[in-house]
Nanobody, 115 residues
Framework: QVQLVESGGGLVQAGGSLRLSCAAS????????MGWYRQSPGKQRELVAT???????DYADAVKGRFTISRDNAKNTVYLQMNSLKPEDTAVYYC?????????WGQGTQVTVSS
């Protein structure tokens, strides 16, 4: 089992920045993918960004050029630096851990961007 603890959400004005962190603990093998998804009211959960332990990244088109994912494998922690935030980025952001068919989710952290 893997447990994920997120931090860093909050309220920010449009154009501002936030940094999310997610620390994983438990049974973690070296080959895995960690990342972020988000869900706003009335919408399905969607991919924001993911990163493999080897450094390969994947971003949603809506955040390319504004968000940057990074990770510290020694600390089993993944980060999401969010710049130039827009009101449409408002959502609950969930940390995700994947290893083969296994998936774990964090509890979610609210990000609210005011116009």
């Amino acid at each position: 089992q893997v447990q994920l603890v997120e931090s860093g959400g909050g309220l920010v004005q449009a154009g501002g920045s936030l940094r999310l962190s997610c620390a994983a603990s438990g049974t973690i093998f070296s080959i895995n993918i960690m990342g972020w998804y988000r869900q706003s009211p009335g919408k399905q959960r969607e991919l924001v960004a993911t990163m493999t332990n080897g450094g390969l990244t994947d971003y949603a088109d809506a955040v390319k050029g504004r968000f940057t994912i990074s990770r510290d494998n020694a600390k089993n922690t993944v980060y999401l630096q969010m710049n130039s935030l827009k009101p449409e980025d408002t959502a609950v952001y969930y940390c995700n851990f994947q290893r083969s068919a296994y998936r774990a989710w964090g509890q979610g952290t609210q990000v609210t961007v005011s116009s």
